[in-house]
């Protein structure tokens, strides 16, 4: 008597729920030395569900991990610096319209299966950078895998690894679940001759991305416009009289001003609904 009332001060380390009665007739079955030590059970689900989290968790990691080891090929191109790292939405200004919409959109992100893009366009300083890294870091802290490319650094390695360099990089622009192209149009180091060159290999990256239908991440201080004879990124990147780079673009990307106000390319209604 002693011992069953001992038995039944048994409680849950979680939730703090006494432990029940075992009201399965199987134990009738059992050896002596394990119907004492299934005499009671948990009556409550914290023991599963606890183990589960764990589970998560170490899948979680293990996503995170795989990666990290598949981005060591790219790290060279990527931006992802300690002030990239640190970057997120909780010690962020919320008050911005932008930074709002940029919180929506990673929580939109973890719940829809059609994925949307944005280009963030302003001045310098502006903090469109800032806003991509939360949104990188709030999904990567999810699981979701994030490539952040600055083309700078990605046209230095092409011109040292030719060939497969690019290879490498693509494959990788086609799996992981967001891509980053971080201060798009800023890049320097090449002289006209190589104009066509980089409009090639900017394209490239952006039309994998475009038919894996994956989405795209854009941050520029060139100016964006509606009207094609406006816009900076038709001026910067046209080649021959086409502007293959801008139409890829805007049919990926909803373009959003930093100041939070928001123009047409992609339509409005379309991305409304992503994060609603």
């Given amino acids: 008597m002693e011992q069953m009332e001992e038995n039944k001060m048994i409680k849950c380390q979680f939730c703090g729920k006494e432990y029940m009665k075992n009201p399965y007739k199987y134990m009738d079955s059992l050896p002596e030395i394990f119907k004492k030590n299934l005499e009671y ?10 183990k589960i989290r764990e589970l998560e968790e170490l899948e979680k990691k293990r996503v995170q991990e795989c990666m990290k080891n598949k981005m060591k090929k790219c790290k060279d191109i990527s931006v992802m610096d300690e002030k990239f790292a640190r970057s997120r939405f909780e010690s962020a200004d919320m008050k911005s319209d932008y930074m709002q919409l940029s919180k929506r959109y990673a929580e939109s992100f973890m719940s829809k299966d059609k994925k949307e893009g944005m280009l963030l366009y302003g001045g310098v300083g502006t903090g469109k950078t800032f806003a991509s890294a939360c949104i990188a870091n709030y999904l990567m802290e999810r699981g979701k895998t994030v490539l952040v490319i600055n ?22 622009t086609e799996k992981c679940d967001l891509m980053i192209i971080d201060d798009f149009g800023s890049e320097k180091g090449l002289d006209r001759n190589q104009t066509g060159w980089r ?34 990124l038709s001026e910067k990147f046209s080649t021959q009289g086409q502007n293959r780079i801008r139409d890829r673009i805007i049919d990926m990307c909803f373009p959003v001003e930093v100041t939070g106000k928001s123009r047409r390319g992609m339509t409005q209604k379309r991305f409304a609904e992503f994060i609603s």
């Fill in 151 to 172: 083309l700078g650094l990605y046209f230095n390695k092409l011109t040292m690894e030719w060939g497969e360099a690019e290879k490498v990089v693509l494959e990788q």
């Fill in 199 to 232: 409009a090639e290999k900017i394209y490239n990256l952006i039309d994998g991305r475009y038919r894996s239908e994956k989405p795209l991440i854009i941050s520029t201080n060139l100016n964006f416009s509606a009207d094609e004879g406006k816009c900076e």
């Fill in 41 to 50: 059970i948990p009556a409550c689900n914290c023991l599963e569900e606890n």
